[in-house]
């Protein structure tokens, strides 16, 4: 065998114990179950060890993993695209994020723990919270947001806190709602909050 050769085999080898992490990665995050480096290593057959050596931390494995899980924003408020009511959007909008993030609860938990810990890690943290939320509210883009800026800035800050990982858990863990009254909880205060905000341009 040539060092060429060599060469290329271990640079195969490198990829796919790579993909074979990755993959590994998926799959748990598609159970919804914990999700931490070990189990992830014991599924894809190699050392913890090694997993780090291909990721640096467990924030940065579950961002690539997740990459392409959330659709658009327009994708996925496609089935209200044509409404105009934003209190519709946004109960939508809280359902689709909700649903979503109960699905990848696993993986969402291990990653608001390592931003909590390591605040520096939260842009390595997926998602599409923000963007909902502008697409959402874009039926008051021209009305309250031309008007009264501070005002629409402020709503979406407020929705930022309720149509979220952390609203949601604190619902189920604390509150001990189950899943589907959590949601609708959730829903309820993000359309209270958007139906108050549109009376002001009525």
């Given at each position: 065998m040539?060092?060429?050769?060599?060469?290329?085999?271990?640079?195969?080898?490198?990829?796919?114990?790579r993909?074979?992490?990755?993959?590994?990665?998926?799959?748990?995050?598609?159970?919804?179950?914990?999700?931490?480096?070990?189990?992830?290593?014991?599924?894809?057959?190699?050392?913890?060890?090694?997993?780090?050596?291909?990721?640096?931390?467990?924030?940065?494995?579950?961002?690539?993993?997740?990459?392409?899980?959330?659709?658009?924003?327009?994708?996925?408020?496609?089935?209200?695209?044509?409404?105009?009511?934003?209190?519709?959007?946004?109960?939508?909008?809280?359902?689709?994020?909700?649903?979503?993030?109960?699905?990848?609860?696993?993986?969402?938990?291990?990653?608001?723990?390592?931003?909590?810990?390591?605040?520096?890690?939260?842009?390595?943290?997926?998602?599409?919270?923000?963007?909902?939320?502008?697409?959402?509210?874009?039926?008051?883009?021209?009305?309250?947001?031309?008007?009264?800026?501070?005002?629409?800035?402020?709503?979406?800050?407020?929705?930022?806190?309720?149509?979220?990982?952390?609203?949601?858990?604190?619902?189920?863990?604390?509150?001990?709602?189950?899943?589907?009254?959590?949601v609708?909880s959730?829903?309820?205060?993000?359309?209270?909050?958007?139906?108050?905000?549109?009376?002001?341009?009525?």
């Amino acid at each position: 065998m040539t060092a060429a050769q060599a060469a290329s085999g271990r640079t195969n080898q490198k990829q796919r114990t790579r993909t074979a992490i990755l993959a590994a990665a998926r799959e748990l995050i598609g159970t919804g179950t914990e999700v931490t480096m070990p189990l992830i290593a014991r599924a894809a057959l190699v050392s913890e060890a090694t997993a780090y050596r291909y990721f640096p931390d467990l924030p940065s494995l579950i961002s690539e993993a997740l990459s392409g899980v959330w659709p658009p924003p327009a994708k996925a408020l496609a089935p209200v695209a044509e409404s105009t009511d934003p209190v519709e959007r946004v109960a939508f909008a809280c359902k689709f994020l909700l649903r979503g993030i109960l699905v990848h609860q696993g993986a969402v938990r291990a990653m608001i723990a390592a931003t909590i810990t390591r605040p520096e890690n939260v842009t390595a943290r997926p998602g599409i919270r923000f963007s909902l939320i502008d697409h959402a509210l874009q039926p008051l883009q021209s009305t309250l947001g031309a008007t009264d800026p501070q005002a629409f800035a402020q709503l979406k800050r407020d929705l930022a806190v309720v149509v979220s990982a952390e609203a949601l858990f604190t619902l189920t863990d604390l509150c001990r709602l189950t899943p589907d009254e959590a949601v609708d909880s959730a829903v309820h205060t993000a359309t209270t909050l958007t139906q108050a905000a549109a009376r002001t341009t009525t």
